[in-house]
């Protein structure tokens, strides 16, 4: 059945007329013709009949414009100025008030229609029909722009959601609140696990449960089959309750199966079959199934290259760090959150003849392209520093790799050598964030003079010594754990140094500490290189 093929089915209607004789007969024609009617002897009865909550509105009134304690035109006003009547129809009735300018008065203070008495029974039916025929149209057009309203939301929601948890409660929610009714949706984890959600109305919840792993196969077998797209299709409730497990919608079920590959698992939208009233509401459920299987491809593929792209990234950086007598490592790589993408973090600790070189560095960007970079920048660091070049002409070095290999990217860089005996420093900082250097008597400072960042193709400064006397802790750090968005570096790094000076005594128990204050909910990768030197 379409949706405007019920414009002319039975109404409910309210008909305000005091005179007895001529309430019977309009009553009689109108339940004649299949309407029910309310009758009303007065204005103030008729607005009684329209305050009413527990009862739903009539479909139109039609009122005597001779009323005992209010004229219709009155009571047309207080119809319309009113949010809950608003909408409704009102057909003006009268034996004396019939001309033009009566019927002009009327229309203008809110009748939509106005008959003269004595009336003819097929114009007033016909009058009736057209005027339920207009009022449906545009409350059906009114109710529609509400829901592709609706639909814009939950596309926008389920395109929004940053993992499979928000996708579900995105996509169930926007089925219930579009349709006003319980909702349901199936789908496919990244775990490969089927996943029922369920809400029981639009502001409803949505809990999440555990589905039966054929059963979207078995969905796709009554819908789509080996096809793509998105499709409607009825099934009973006893068909549903078999496949999910749950009696949660009620009746026949209504269900929107789609998806945008074959081979590829799809997405089911499910409400009861009485929440369809008409085509629209069904191409609606069906246009959000669709946005919802796009969505969940691009959800599942991004999952699968950032997975991806986090394991390559990590088969870049060091397993673990070298023993070397005199100096105790520690380090922490975190890397960003799950909707982030990868980033050019890094770090190594180098034996050489000349002492152990510590290194920290970032890529600037967040790509797989960031990470490939990262992983070329600290292979050609380790060869550098094992033929024997000092940090300065080990930079130099990486600025003429990058110059040649990739001349459009920048990097930080902190080079500290450890000198054999552990009792000095050479600090190489090529624009990343200082290192950290603490004293054996507790005295804690940053050494912040530096120079350009690699890529710019400038010299590099020559390091710069220090003594570090048995005791001293030293801690490199990315920016990632350091920057806070609309705060000072300064004021961050202030608080970073207090971190560590009343931190855990252990360097490990130190290095969770950091992490677990300073880098819970970054967008950045984090990491973390720190030493204590004990000299020897």
């Known amino acids: 059945m379409t949706d405007s093929s019920r414009d002319t089915d039975p109404a409910t209607i309210l008909v305000v007329e005091d005179s007895e004789t001529n309430l019977y007969l309009l009553t009689s024609w109108l339940e004649r013709a299949g309407h029910v009617v309310i009758g009303a002897k007065d204005a103030g009865e008729g607005l009684k009949h329209l305050a009413a909550a527990d009862a739903p509105l009539p479909e139109i009134a039609i009122v005597d414009v001779r009323l005992p304690d209010m004229s219709g035109f009155e009571l047309s006003e207080q119809i319309k100025s009113n949010a809950r009547t608003t909408a409704l129809p009102v057909i003006h009735i009268s034996a004396s008030a019939v001309s033009a300018e009566d019927h002009a008065e009327g229309l203008r203070r809110g009748a939509d229609t106005y008959l003269n008495q004595p009336l003819d029974p097929g114009e007033l039916l016909a009058t009736v029909t057209a005027t339920l025929r207009y009022a449906r149209a545009r409350r059906r057009a009114e109710q529609l722009a509400g829901q592709l309203l609706t639909l814009n939301q939950a596309t926008m929601s389920v395109y929004s959601a940053v993992g499979f948890h928000s996708f579900a409660s995105a996509a169930t929610s926007g089925a219930a609140r579009l349709l006003s009714s319980p909702a349901g949706a199936v789908f496919l984890s990244p775990e490969g696990q089927a996943v029922h959600s369920t809400s029981d109305g639009p502001t409803a919840p949505v809990r999440t449960y555990a589905a039966r792993p054929d059963v979207l196969d078995r969905l796709l077998q009554q819908s789509l089959g080996d096809g793509t797209g998105a499709t409607v299709t009825r099934i009973a409730r006893g068909q549903w309750q078999a496949l999910l497990g749950t009696g949660h919608l009620g009746g026949h079920i209504a269900m929107a199966v789609a998806r945008t590959k074959r081979g590829r698992p799809p997405v089911c939208l499910a409400v009861p079959a009485d929440a369809l009233t008409g085509t629209d509401d069904e191409h609606l459920l069906q246009q959000l199934a669709h946005a919802c299987a796009l969505a969940l491809e691009a959800l599942r593929t991004y999952n699968e290259e950032h997975t991806l792209a986090l394991a390559l990234q990590r088969s870049l950086l060091p397993n673990d760090l070298p023993a070397v007598d005199g100096v105790d490592l520690a380090f922490r790589y975190l890397p960003a959150s799950e909707n982030a993408e990868i980033g050019g973090d890094f770090y190594e600790a180098i034996p050489t003849d000349d002492g152990l070189l510590l290194a920290i560095g970032d890529v600037l960007g967040h790509s797989l392209g960031a990470a490939i970079v990262m992983g070329g920048l600290r292979h050609a660091l380790r060869a550098y520093a094992i033929e024997g070049h000092p940090p300065q002409q080990v930079l130099d070095r990486l600025e003429a ?12 860089l902190c080079l500290v050598l450890v000198e054999t005996g552990g009792r000095r420093v050479q600090i190489a900082n090529a624009g990343h964030i200082p290192p950290l250097l603490v004293g054996p008597d507790g005295s804690a400072r940053f050494h912040t003079p530096h120079g350009p960042i690699l890529g710019l193709r400038a010299p590099h400064p ?28 300064n004021t961050t790094l202030d608080a970073f140094m207090e971190a560590v000076t009343t931190g855990p005594a252990g360097l490990q128990d130190l290095s969770d500490h950091l992490l677990d204050t300073f880098g819970r909910g970054k967008d950045d990768d984090i990491a973390l290189l720190a030493a204590d030197l004990h000299g020897s």
Do not use: K
Request: charge should be neutral; proline fraction near 10%.
């Open 462 to 489: 020559a390091p710069t010594t220090l003594a570090t006397p048995p005791g001293t802790r030293l801690l490199l750090v990315t920016d990632g754990l350091v920057e806070v968005r609309n705060t000072s570096l």
């Open 401 to 412: 790799l990058l110059a040649h290999s990739h001349p459009t990217v920048t990097a930080t």
